[in-house]
């Protein structure tokens, strides 16, 4: 009586361990912890369940992080930085090229400026030049002539030349230690165009403009 009694507590308990095992095989099947899907299918569809899987259990919760992204991610960042860096730096070599050539332009200006004021009197000095060896070549003749000759030519003259002769009759008279003629060319000219010039000369310093 008490065998019989002892072999139905063996077989219950055997029962429960079988029923314990299979349940939590069935609940690590669902969690996808190890795969029985084919043992417990027409258990789940009784009850309306679906079981776990890697795929789904991913999907819905990563366990770990995607470390390509991250990178990606960095790599990206980087990129824009050292874009704005070269933007940035491609702007300040623009700004300084843009003010080379302004400063080239001005000092392009002040050059030309420069030789057109060169040339200006150099062409000047040029004239001067001519016009002094005029004079002196005018007065190399006149002084050959006679004096009413000589004054016939200096009244075909304007006021200005004719003192500028006059003078430069002075100047190498003096260099020469002799008499100068423009005191009787003045005798000859007309007497109120002599005035003229003799007034001129007494009011306008020497020049040969």
């Known amino acids: 009586m008490a ?118 009197f150099n062409n000047e000095v040029k004239k001067y030049d001519d016009r002094k060896l005029n004079i002196e070549t005018s007065v190399t003749y006149l002084s050959s002539m006679p004096p009413k000759t000589a004054v016939a030519q200096l009244e075909k003259m304007d006021d200005q030349d004719v003192i500028d002769i006059l003078r430069k009759e002075d100047e190498v008279a003096a260099a020469a230690g002799s008499a100068s003629l423009s005191s009787v060319w003045l005798m000859n000219m007309d007497a109120a165009r002599a005035a003229e010039i003799q007034r001129k000369m007494a009011n306008k310093p020497e020049t040969l403009d």
């Open 3 to 120: 065998r019989s009694h002892g072999i139905g507590k063996s077989i219950v308990l055997l029962f429960l361990i079988i029923i314990m095992a299979l349940g939590g095989l069935m609940w690590f099947d669902y969690l996808g912890v190890v795969n029985a899907k084919k043992l417990f299918t027409p258990v789940y569809k009784i009850f309306g369940l679906a079981p776990q899987t890697s795929i789904t259990s991913t999907q819905t919760k990563p366990l770990v992080a995607d470390l390509d992204d991250d990178r990606l991610a960095k790599r990206l960042e980087a990129l824009d930085l050292r874009k704005e860096e070269l933007d940035k730096r491609e702007s300040d070599i623009s700004r300084a090229e843009d003010q080379n050539e302004a400063v080239a332009k001005e000092l392009e200006d002040r050059q030309k400026s420069q030789e057109e004021r060169e040339k200006t």
